[in-house]
């Protein structure tokens, strides 16, 4: 079993609809949780972070933790044609592990 | 710009040969790290820097890879006799809270 396990998708969504992203851990004393966004050719760059249980919202970008269940999603609103990428889950336990990636495509 | 620079950003070398990547990271985090990216895959973890000790290595990383960081601020990465399998993307991160990316390096191993 991987660490940190995602969908590679590709994810496929219309323009302003909703585009959710899910990961799963499998340490249970991961502490940190974090998305990334990567475009193609390019290096990671940090878009959330969660540490506790529940909802963490930054503009269109919800982050939801479920340590019980060890998952983790991102919810992107208003879905547009420049989110287009892969985004990384990226898990903090003694050191960071990320998953391999769900690639999202939003058609306009 | 997350203010981690990486250079080169392209490197491309014939199997057999040494190549030493450097990365300047954001000057007031004292952590700094090296992982490698393959496509299709996330970050791979190679090893970590608390200021200038090199405080983990992963067990990725052969005896032909070697990372320093001296006066713990910029730190470099030496790859000896490359092989095909070490093409890669080599990303540098600085920690606060989350880690911010550098640009890459590109490595092609003909």
């Known amino acids: 079993q991987k660490e940190v396990e995602q969908n590679s998708g590709p994810l496929s969504v219309p323009e302003g609809a909703i585009a959710s992203l899910n990961c799963t851990y499998s340490?249970?004393?991961?502490?940190?949780f974090f998305w990334y966004r990567q475009y193609s050719g390019k290096s990671p760059e940090l878009i959330m972070s969660i540490y506790s249980n529940g909802d963490k919202e930054d503009g269109r970008f919800t982050a939801q933790l479920n340590k019980a269940s060890q998952y983790v999603s991102l919810l992107i609103r208003d879905s547009q044609p420049s989110d287009s990428a892969t985004y990384l889950c990226?898990?903090?336990?003694?050191?960071?592990?990320f998953g391999a990636g769900t690639r999202l495509t939003v058609k306009p | 710009d997350t203010g981690v620079s990486q250079n080169p950003r392209h490197k491309i070398t014939k199997r057999g040969q040494n190549v030493t990547f450097r990365c300047d990271p954001i000057s007031e985090h004292n952590r700094l790290y090296w992982y490698r990216q393959t496509l299709g895959q996330g970050p791979e973890f190679l090893t970590y820097f608390q200021n200038e000790a090199q405080l983990e290595k992963s067990r990725l990383l052969s005896d032909r890879f070697s990372a320093e960081r001296p006066k713990g601020s910029f730190s470099t990465l030496e790859i000896q006799r490359t092989e095909q399998g070490d093409s890669a993307m080599y990303l540098c991160a600085s920690y606060e809270i989350g880690k911010f990316f550098g640009p890459g390096t590109r490595l092609t191993v003909l």
């Open positions: 340490d249970r004393g991961s502490q940190s």
């Open positions: 990226a898990v903090k336990g003694n050191d960071m592990r």
